[in-house]
């Protein structure tokens, strides 16, 4: 599919742009966008609408497209690389439409397992217990005690799991200098970085400085944008035409690579306001439309919960990440000359699929740990 038409991307990017810039910060666009797409899947008239606006399609037909590229990006395995993605959606509603169920079925590769939302507790494990199966227990706990309720009538679920060696592989971490602000001798802190001499592709634009970091599934990659001048400035202007031009222009470069070792993600939480905010609204209220999932009880999103987790060291990365939408009865990132490429202040960093352009995973960091 045409880069320019997936929407992965676009919606990685203004996503990141409404979160809070001084803090690390990491998630999947990927994740969230499919369980998004299951949940406009139910829907009709005006919150139909502002999906197929917050998520850039215009049809199912599209959709599934999408979906389907989507999945086959994130169903790759061998003993280097392990990519994999799960759907599933718990249900307490009958009478869900025919049109609605298949092409849930078809193109998310997942069916509805009906429970009774009266057993809070019970339902709320067996959710937990799927997610940490498909996350290889690095998620134990996406949804917390009081996430659901006896008012819950659907939750629908996506998990996806990441684990890869780097094609060239870093030598041993040691202590380096980070700057938290960048040119300010007061802001510097020590932190481990990894080391690395190799042929990457690399490129300098006009607010950032950017390298690829293949994996040994070469499609795959981490990309690091770092900043000219600094982390603002670069989260207010970059676009996601930016990011797929440094990959397609960046050339192959003999570059001196410092990296920082590190880890991030933590407790789920609500990203309801951020998907607010981007434009999915009527979805939060009781003018909700989820008449395709349920004609007898009135449904509306109460909340959409999200966790994330990478583990970025010598040998590779593995991340992992779940989404819950969480749906209720209305009521109420030799003497060579080389490119030096030290990553040793603030940046974005991404782990995409380069020959789609889709951004799977994407992060900012900012501070680093004091131990790793």
């Given at each position: 599919m045409d880069s320019k038409k997936h929407p992965i991307s676009h919606f990685s990017v203004n996503y990141l742009k409404k979160t809070t810039q001084s803090e690390n910060f990491f998630f999947s666009p990927a994740s969230i966008y499919l369980s998004l797409s299951m949940a406009a899947c139910g829907s009709e008239q005006q919150t139909l609408k502002e999906f197929k606006e917050v998520l850039t399609y215009q049809n199912n037909i599209e959709l599934g497209q999408l979906i389907g590229s989507l999945n086959t990006l994130l169903m790759a395995s061998s003993q280097q690389f392990s990519i994999l993605s799960a759907n599933k959606i718990y249900t307490g509603v009958s009478g869900i439409t025919q049109n609605c169920k298949q092409f849930i079925e078809n193109n998310f590769n997942t069916g509805f397992e009906?429970?009774?939302?009266?057993?809070?507790?019970?339902?709320?494990l067996a959710i937990n217990k799927w997610v940490s199966k498909q996350t290889r227990t690095k998620i134990d706990e996406l949804l917390k005690k009081d996430t659901i309720n006896d008012r819950t009538r659907m939750v629908l679920v996506n998990a996806l799991y990441l684990k890869a060696e780097w094609l060239y592989q870093?030598?041993?971490?040691?202590?380096?200098?980070?700057?938290?602000?960048?040119?300010?001798?007061?802001?510097?802190?020590?932190?481990?970085?990894?080391?690395?001499?190799?042929?990457?592709?690399?490129?300098?634009?006009?607010?950032?400085?950017y390298i690829q970091l293949p994996y040994k599934n070469e499609a795959y990659v981490?990309?690091?944008?770092?900043?000219?001048?600094?982390?603002?400035?670069?989260?207010?202007?970059?676009?996601?035409?930016?990011?797929?031009?440094?990959?397609?222009?960046?050339?192959?470069?003999?570059?001196?690579?410092?990296?920082?070792?590190?880890k991030m993600g933590g407790?789920?939480?609500?990203?309801?306001?951020?998907?607010?905010?981007?434009?999915?609204?009527?979805?939060?209220?009781?003018?909700?439309?989820?008449?395709?999932?349920?004609?007898?009880?009135?449904?509306?999103?109460?909340?959409?919960?999200?966790s994330a987790n990478i583990d970025v060291n010598e040998k590779g990365t593995e991340a992992v990440a779940a989404t819950a939408v969480c749906m209720s009865k209305k009521s109420c990132i030799n003497k060579i000359k080389f490119q030096e490429f030290i990553c040793n202040k603030p940046f974005i960093f991404t782990i995409s699929h380069i020959p789609s352009n889709t951004i799977l995973f994407l992060g900012r960091f900012c501070i680093p740990q004091k131990e790793i």
């Amino acid at each position: 599919m045409d880069s320019k038409k997936h929407p992965i991307s676009h919606f990685s990017v203004n996503y990141l742009k409404k979160t809070t810039q001084s803090e690390n910060f990491f998630f999947s666009p990927a994740s969230i966008y499919l369980s998004l797409s299951m949940a406009a899947c139910g829907s009709e008239q005006q919150t139909l609408k502002e999906f197929k606006e917050v998520l850039t399609y215009q049809n199912n037909i599209e959709l599934g497209q999408l979906i389907g590229s989507l999945n086959t990006l994130l169903m790759a395995s061998s003993q280097q690389f392990s990519i994999l993605s799960a759907n599933k959606i718990y249900t307490g509603v009958s009478g869900i439409t025919q049109n609605c169920k298949q092409f849930i079925e078809n193109n998310f590769n997942t069916g509805f397992e009906q429970v009774n939302f009266t057993e809070t507790e019970s339902v709320r494990l067996a959710i937990n217990k799927w997610v940490s199966k498909q996350t290889r227990t690095k998620i134990d706990e996406l949804l917390k005690k009081d996430t659901i309720n006896d008012r819950t009538r659907m939750v629908l679920v996506n998990a996806l799991y990441l684990k890869a060696e780097w094609l060239y592989q870093f030598e041993t971490a040691q202590d380096h200098q980070f700057y938290l602000q960048p040119g300010n001798e007061q802001s510097i802190v020590i932190t481990k970085m990894m080391y690395k001499e190799a042929e990457y592709k690399y490129g300098k634009y006009d607010s950032f400085e950017y390298i690829q970091l293949p994996y040994k599934n070469e499609a795959y990659v981490m990309e690091v944008l770092l900043p000219i001048t600094n982390l603002s400035d670069l989260e207010n202007s970059i676009t996601e035409e930016e990011i797929i031009r440094a990959q397609k222009v960046s050339k192959k470069s003999n570059v001196r690579l410092l990296l920082p070792k590190f880890k991030m993600g933590g407790a789920s939480q609500s990203v309801a306001n951020i998907l607010k905010q981007l434009g999915v609204q009527e979805a939060f209220t009781n003018k909700a439309n989820f008449k395709q999932f349920s004609q007898a009880e009135p449904l509306f999103i109460s909340d959409v919960i999200h966790s994330a987790n990478i583990d970025v060291n010598e040998k590779g990365t593995e991340a992992v990440a779940a989404t819950a939408v969480c749906m209720s009865k209305k009521s109420c990132i030799n003497k060579i000359k080389f490119q030096e490429f030290i990553c040793n202040k603030p940046f974005i960093f991404t782990i995409s699929h380069i020959p789609s352009n889709t951004i799977l995973f994407l992060g900012r960091f900012c501070i680093p740990q004091k131990e790793i």
